[in-house]
């Protein structure tokens, strides 16, 4: 039962547009959302996270928005660089207890 | 600081074999998680220590899969015997505190043939 998805496995954008990365989730319990950037032959690399008490958190080109009421989580990313082209987990947590992954989206950024 | 680091990166070994996977977490943090990416799925858990105890093992697939932390620094993940449906990456993650992000290592493939 995979209570956080990720239903589009990839997306591609023109560099120095927006590209938007959804994420929805089951549990309502989740307190906690984060957002994980991944290049082949790598871990995941933390970006942006967002606490449940919030609905925007913003770090230079990225912002995640939190919609608790739709169980929604998006990332924003302006504008879009080459170098973001990656795979992007979205996460989330409740309390102390595991981090519940998403199955990914591949960001494809076009020069 | 030196991050989170796995070893080996690659693993390719017979069906019913035994491999070991060791992590290093960052110094410092209590919190050691496995986690594990099967055919381009989710990151799955796997299980959590804080340092030395086991606090959720709820993601282990079956009793093939042990899991240490002696001393509570660095963890092994034995797989015995394995079998095709373990290859995948598997990932250590590591975290200060529980409420906070996690630090990822690069990952080790292994691959059951």
């Known amino acids: 039962d995979q209570q956080v998805k990720q239903n589009s496995p990839s997306l591609s954008v023109q560099e120095g547009r927006i590209s938007i990365l959804n994420c929805d989730y089951t549990?309502?319990?989740?307190?906690?959302f984060l957002w994980y950037k991944k290049y082949p032959a790598e871990g995941p690399t933390f970006l942006i996270s967002?606490?449940?008490?919030?609905d925007k958190n913003e770090d230079g080109r990225f912002t995640v928005f939190l919609n608790k009421s739709a169980k929604h989580l998006s990332l924003h990313i302006v504008p879009s660089q080459p170098g973001d082209s990656a795979v992007y987990f979205c996460?989330?947590?409740?309390?102390?207890?595991?981090?519940?992954f998403g199955s990914g989206t591949k960001l494809n950024v076009k020069p | 600081e030196a991050g989170v680091t796995q070893f080996p990166s690659h693993s390719v070994i017979e069906k019913g074999q035994t491999v070991t996977l060791r992590c290093d977490p960052i110094?410092?943090?209590?919190?050691l998680y496995w986690y594990r990416r099967v055919m381009g799925k989710e990151i799955k858990f796997l299980l959590h220590?804080?340092?030395?105890?086991?606090?959720?093992e709820s993601g282990m697939p079956n009793n093939r899969f042990l899991a240490e932390r002696t001393g509570g620094t660095y963890s092994t993940l034995k797989v015995q015997p394995a079998e095709l449906e373990d290859s995948g990456v598997y990932f250590c993650?590591?975290?200060?505190?529980?409420?906070?992000?996690?630090?990822f290592g690069q990952g080790t493939r292994l691959t059951v043939v």
């Open positions: 549990n309502s319990m989740f307190d906690y």
């Open positions: 967002i606490s449940s008490i919030k």
């Open positions: 993650a590591s975290s200060r505190q529980t409420n906070t992000e996690a630090f």
């Open positions: 996460a989330a947590k409740r309390d102390f207890n595991k981090f519940y």
């Open positions: 110094s410092g943090h209590d919190n």
């Open positions: 220590f804080v340092k030395e105890s086991k606090q959720d």
